[in-house]
């Protein structure tokens, strides 16, 4: 089992940054493939991007390739998501996910723990 906590929404300018954190308890969390996810107002969920669980590969979705930057230090069972050039299309809640199955890190299917989410608003 593993609980996800994420902090570090807030408001921002376009073009501003922000880093979202995503503490987990769990002694497993470091074996996990883990991402981030977002749901905008009125749309689905996205799969924003992921990384394995040694931080050693990654996947972006495209609409965040070049701004976003997704990191994990498992000595602390934290992810991270620098987000740079922020836009007023990346207005969400960002949701922290672990998968707790192997395989392709591109399939967001496989995500299976969820934290409960910070908004991220993007001003124009």
């Known amino acids: 089992q593993v609980r996800l906590v994420e902090s570090g929404g807030g408001l921002v300018q376009a073009g501003g940054s922000l880093r979202l954190s995503c503490a987990a308890s769990?002694?497993?969390?470091?074996?996990?493939?883990s991402g981030w996810f977002r749901r905008a107002p009125g749309k689905e969920r996205e799969f924003v991007t992921a990384i394995d669980w040694s931080g050693g590969s990654t996947y972006y979705t495209d609409s965040v390739k070049g701004r976003f930057t997704i990191s994990r230090d498992n000595a602390k069972n934290t992810l991270y998501l620098q987000m740079n050039s922020l836009k007023p299309e990346d207005t969400a809640v960002y949701y922290c996910a672990t998968s707790s199955s192997y395989g392709d890190l591109g399939s967001a299917s496989r995500f299976n723990y969820w934290g409960r989410g910070t908004q991220v608003t993007v001003s124009s």
């Open positions: 769990g002694r497993t969390f470091s074996r996990y493939d």
